[in-house]
């Protein structure tokens, strides 16, 4: 089993380099993917650079080129939910895109035609993240994850995203990947954990927050790679 383990910043993947060995550096369509061994395992990591356009190149990228047969998002999110503090974990069950509106057709938000307001992560996957909470002790969050292009730092957009797509958290690049791993048909996941809660003070928080973040998302990914590899 391959396993490509994607960010969107340094900050996101840099975590995850720190476990793995015989790192080799494959540079394509002007970004860098590391070639590793995770216990004498492939994996392929990488982070995309920031927003749906860059993650959907990475993605498909990590399918297409580097045959990866399973994708694990790890990175940091706003929260919409007000229980989600700084620090919690978020695991999405479904992705949806906030900012895609044709709705003057009569389509509901994040609907285009032949495509589907939301896309469902594999259940195995979300299954395995609870037995690894479990052990670890630690609270996750299953939720919906709303993604945009947009860095999100205001009371009323939050809630516009809280109300049309009950999420529970959004960021800028889970349902772009989530897009392209339903397409290819490709099992993934997309953790998060929370940098910010996406209201006035979110620039703030997340310069102050994103490595610790980040950190907790990556090592909380790499207990579930350990599980996917011994399986
Ligand atoms: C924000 C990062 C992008 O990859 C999405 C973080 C955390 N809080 C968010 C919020 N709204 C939307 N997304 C998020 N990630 C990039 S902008 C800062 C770049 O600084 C999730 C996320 N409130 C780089 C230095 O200039």
Redesign the pocket.
Known sequence: MKIAIMG??PEEVAPILEHLNDVEEVHYAKNTYYKAKYKNNDVVVAYSK?GKVFSTLTATTMLELFACDVLLFT????AVNPELAIGDLVVATKLAQHDLDITIFGHPHGYVPEGSVYIQTDKDLVALSKIVATEMGVKVKEGIIATGD????DEAKKEFISQTFQADA????GASVAVVCDALGVPFFILRSI??S?DMD?GFN?EEFVQSSAKVSAEFLMKMVDRLVRA
């Not at 990175?75 to 706003?78: K, N, R, Y």
């Not at 959004?170 to 690049?173: A, K, R």
Request: proline share 0%; net charge negative.
């Open positions: 969107a910043m920031i990175g940091v999110a706003g947009q860095f999100i730092a959004l960021e800028m690049e940098s910010d996406a979110a997340f």
